[in-house]
């Protein structure tokens, strides 16, 4: 897990840690010292932590104007044992919003697993984004970790499945990716 770093090519177009409206500001990386575990494997120094002992992320872009961040996670989603959401929703997703973001792309292809708890957090983030318009999309999750979201009930409040579950984002630049997720969002919502 070591080797997996976060999407670093669309670093021309923004980095978190030189965003003053980031959650993650001014944080200092290391390229060399590898401290941060889910379990027992190391991960690349370029994730970042927001207290959650499995699952870490990068927020690789956000748009101000246009109210949207694309997340990249890594990990094991656990909200029985670490309320993963509960974190992510507080610490990250309310600091976002805070700043014009109601439009979620989360890209979850290194999320190896998913354990649920109760739906509060995820119906309230829910609640939040549409009272302005905006959404939750889940990108490239893998198959079982859809399944658990929908065993748990809780996939009615992301966009999800279908073309958004194979889109190849790496080739898009961010601008390209919103306009393919928002098309996407759009038809299912309409």
């Known amino acids: 897990m070591h080797d997996l770093e976060p999407y670093y090519n669309w670093r021309g177009h923004y980095i978190s840690s030189e965003d003053p409206y980031s959650p993650f500001f001014e944080r200092e ?25 499995t699952l870490f992320m990068k927020i690789i872009f956000a748009d101000y104007n246009d109210g949207y961040a694309v997340i990249e996670l890594i990990g094991e989603w656990n909200d ?21 973001i109601y439009k979620f792309i ?13 739906d509060c957090y995820y119906e309230e983030w829910f609640e ?36 958004l579950n194979d889109l190849r984002w790496r080739t898009l630049t961010p601008d390209q990716l919103f306009e393919q997720v928002e098309s996407s969002v759009m038809k299912r919502l309409g």
Not at 83 to 88: E, S, T, V
């Open 106 to 118: 989360i890209i979850g292809e290194n999320v190896l697993n998913f354990h649920s708890s109760d």
């Open 29 to 53: 990386y290391s390229e060399f010292e590898f401290s941060d575990k889910i379990y027992n494997h190391y991960i690349h120094p370029q994730w970042d932590s927001f207290g959650s002992q």
């Open 128 to 163: 939040e984004v549409n009272a302005e318009d905006g959404w939750i999309a889940l990108l490239n999750f893998r198959d079982h970790v859809l399944e658990d979201f929908q065993s748990a009930n809780i996939d009615s409040y992301f966009v999800l499945g279908g073309k």
């Open 80 to 100: 029985l044992l670490y309320n993963d959401i509960m974190l992510l929703k507080r610490d990250i997703i309310e600091h976002l919003m805070h700043h014009g």
